[in-house]
């Protein structure tokens, strides 16, 4: 099919230039964009019964569809479960991994429908997803129904603690680790095999793991050089807090990047999520590796990661590395609202630093976009918008009162719009997201089950404010 949306008010293509084209028609064809540039220019080039479908973009503005490159679809079910008083460490191992180890693979595959219908509504087109806990096939699946594009794989992790936290049991645990590094990569190469390439090629399957404490060292340098064996890329949690910083530098003289440095399992085929307790000589490692990182405000600001404080994300991004945005889970960063990471990353350390150069609206619309495609190493097909590239992309509203004045759109994008004003979202030449409803799923009963669901897995794991620990040991 051949879709011409026209006289849209603005598109920021997010190319290399940053091209911002105002008046302007795109052209998508099937799936991809086969023509973009003023409408003037794109009238003169086709008969408009050319066309299948003409849109009236009179009163839209179009962006890239935004790239979420940290979530959890497995936690979806989680929101405003888990007290906010929680610092990382406490808040994985006294509350994630006891609700984690509790969900079912049908529950499991419930959220995940769930989380990319909020990402939907949201303008996120694509995802890197840290893996399934419990059925990969199911997340696969859903993934490839609800017609999105996205990365998972299977979550993995190796190390038990010594001392067994309150309230583990020998099935969580179970359920969480793998007996040792050999068997866990076996199992992350079949995944791979198995589901790489699904979806007609929307959907990736990466050689994902936990990260940190619960993964020995053997398993961080074996899942990055398993991946590029199999040509695909890996992701795991490193340098979450201070605290994994100062237990890493206790037990093994070094703290954590240097430490995978030290055994060569940085590359460029790895993304590093949060990444937030980093040295200064640490940043070049990274950058002379080409590895990306996934920074997630929201998840610093509500974990006190300290990321304005301590984190080196200007530093990152003056070294030349690709730093995209992630939302995490919903119970750790809030919500799969990747706009509201924009907002933040945009502004907080112009603030934290008091140098308004920093970071701003250009590089933040770049994080999500671009650069996230970049660290997934999806930038030749998705991220901007522009001739051959898969039609991902979402149209804004700018009759809603967050557009009503506005001057420059890339400012009002990412300071003053919200999925508020999101009319459409388009995945693969495909309109995903319109009329206010998400196109592949009934959200109404979807809503009722997760509730239900979400209800029944807290229950299980036995998750109660003021009896859970809030306060951590394990792994010290």
């Given at each position: 099919m051949r879709?011409l949306?026209e006289n849209l008010?603005f598109?920021?293509t997010?190319d290399?230039?940053?091209?911002?084209l105002?008046?302007?028609?795109v052209?998508?064809?099937g799936?991809?964009f086969?023509?973009v540039?003023?409408a003037a220019?794109?009238?003169?080039?086709?008969?408009?019964?050319t066309f299948?479908?003409i849109?009236?973009g009179?009163?839209?503005?179009?962006t890239?569809?935004f790239i979420?490159s940290?979530v959890?679809?497995s936690?979806?079910?989680s929101?405003a479960?888990f007290?906010?008083?929680?610092?990382?460490r406490?808040?994985?191992?006294?509350?994630?991994?006891p609700?984690?180890?509790?969900v079912?693979?049908?529950?499991?595959v419930?959220?995940a429908?769930l989380?990319?219908?909020?990402?939907?509504r949201?303008?996120t087109?694509?995802?890197?997803?840290?893996?399934?806990?419990?059925?990969v096939?199911g997340?696969?699946e859903?993934?490839?129904?609800?017609?999105?594009?996205?990365i998972?794989g299977r979550?993995?992790?190796d190390?038990?603690?010594?001392?067994?936290?309150p309230?583990?049991?020998e099935e969580?645990?179970a359920?969480h680790?793998f007996?040792?590094?050999?068997?866990?990569l076996?199992?992350?190469?079949?995944t791979?095999?198995?589901?790489?390439?699904?979806?007609g090629?929307?959907?990736?399957c990466?050689?994902n793991?936990e990260?940190?404490e619960?993964?020995?060292?053997?398993?961080?340098?074996?899942?990055r050089?398993l991946?590029?064996?199999l040509g695909?890329?890996?992701t795991?949690?490193l340098a979450?807090?201070?605290?994994?910083?100062h237990?890493?530098?206790?037990?093994?003289g070094l703290w954590p990047?240097?430490?995978?440095a030290?055994h060569?399992?940085l590359?460029?085929n790895?993304?590093?999520?949060?990444?937030?307790?980093v040295?200064d000589?640490?940043v070049?490692?990274?950058a002379?590796?080409g590895t990306?990182?996934?920074?997630?405000?929201?998840t610093a600001v509500?974990l006190?990661?300290?990321?304005?404080?301590?984190?080196?994300?200007?530093e990152?991004m003056d070294?030349?590395?690709d730093?995209g945005?992630?939302?995490?889970?919903?119970?750790?960063?809030?919500t799969m609202?990747l706009?509201?990471q924009?907002y933040?990353?945009?502004?907080?350390?112009k603030?934290?630093?008091?140098d308004?150069?920093?970071?701003?609206?250009?590089?933040?619309l770049?994080?999500a976009?671009i650069?996230?495609a970049?660290a997934?190493?999806w930038?030749?097909?998705?991220g901007?918008?522009e001739?051959?590239?898969?039609?991902?992309f979402v149209?804004?509203?700018?009759d809603h009162?967050?557009?009503?004045?506005y001057?420059d759109p890339l400012q009002?994008?990412?300071y003053?719009s919200?999925?508020?004003?999101?009319a459409?979202?388009w995945?693969n030449g495909r309109a995903?997201f319109?009329?206010?409803r998400?196109?592949?799923v009934?959200?109404?009963s979807l809503h009722?089950?997760?509730r239900r669901?979400?209800?029944?897995?807290?229950?299980?794991?036995g998750?109660?404010?003021?009896?859970?620990?809030?306060?951590?040991?394990?792994?010290?």
């Amino acid at each position: 099919m051949r879709t011409l949306i026209e006289n849209l008010e603005f598109v920021l293509t997010v190319d290399k230039t940053d091209t911002v084209l105002s008046n302007a028609s795109v052209v998508v064809d099937g799936e991809r964009f086969s023509d973009v540039g003023p409408a003037a220019v794109i009238a003169s080039r086709y008969g408009r019964e050319t066309f299948d479908r003409i849109v009236d973009g009179s009163r839209f503005g179009m962006t890239p569809g935004f790239i979420d490159s940290h979530v959890h679809l497995s936690e979806t079910l989680s929101r405003a479960v888990f007290p906010d008083c929680l610092a990382t460490r406490a808040w994985v191992f006294h509350w994630a991994k006891p609700f984690y180890a509790n969900v079912t693979g049908e529950d499991e595959v419930v959220g995940a429908t769930l989380g990319m219908a909020e990402m939907l509504r949201c303008g996120t087109t694509c995802f890197l997803d840290m893996g399934a806990q419990s059925d990969v096939r199911g997340v696969v699946e859903a993934i490839d129904k609800i017609g999105m594009r996205g990365i998972t794989g299977r979550h993995a992790a190796d190390v038990r603690p010594a001392v067994i936290p309150p309230g583990w049991t020998e099935e969580m645990m179970a359920h969480h680790f793998f007996p040792d590094a050999a068997t866990a990569l076996k199992a992350l190469e079949r995944t791979v095999k198995d589901f790489d390439g699904a979806g007609g090629g929307r959907v990736r399957c990466w050689c994902n793991i936990e990260g940190k404490e619960p993964c020995s060292l053997e398993l961080h340098v074996g899942a990055r050089a398993l991946a590029e064996k199999l040509g695909v890329g890996t992701t795991y949690h490193l340098a979450t807090s201070i605290e994994e910083a100062h237990v890493c530098e206790r037990k093994h003289g070094l703290w954590p990047i240097s430490r995978i440095a030290a055994h060569g399992g940085l590359a460029s085929n790895l993304v590093i999520a949060h990444c937030v307790a980093v040295q200064d000589d640490e940043v070049g490692l990274m950058a002379d590796a080409g590895t990306k990182v996934a920074f997630c405000p929201g998840t610093a600001v509500k974990l006190a990661k300290g990321a304005t404080r301590i984190g080196k994300y200007p530093e990152m991004m003056d070294a030349g590395m690709d730093v995209g945005l992630g939302t995490d889970g919903v119970s750790a960063g809030g919500t799969m609202n990747l706009m509201r990471q924009l907002y933040m990353v945009a502004g907080m350390f112009k603030d934290s630093r008091m140098d308004s150069t920093l970071v701003g609206a250009r590089k933040a619309l770049r994080m999500a976009t671009i650069e996230g495609a970049q660290a997934l190493g999806w930038a030749a097909e998705i991220g901007s918008i522009e001739k051959g590239k898969r039609a991902d992309f979402v149209l804004f509203d700018l009759d809603h009162f967050e557009w009503v004045p506005y001057g420059d759109p890339l400012q009002a994008v990412v300071y003053s719009s919200s999925p508020a004003s999101i009319a459409q979202t388009w995945v693969n030449g495909r309109a995903l997201f319109e009329n206010g409803r998400v196109a592949t799923v009934d959200e109404k009963s979807l809503h009722v089950e997760a509730r239900r669901r979400a209800a029944d897995v807290v229950r299980r794991a036995g998750l109660v404010m003021g009896q859970t620990p809030v306060v951590t040991t394990t792994y010290d």
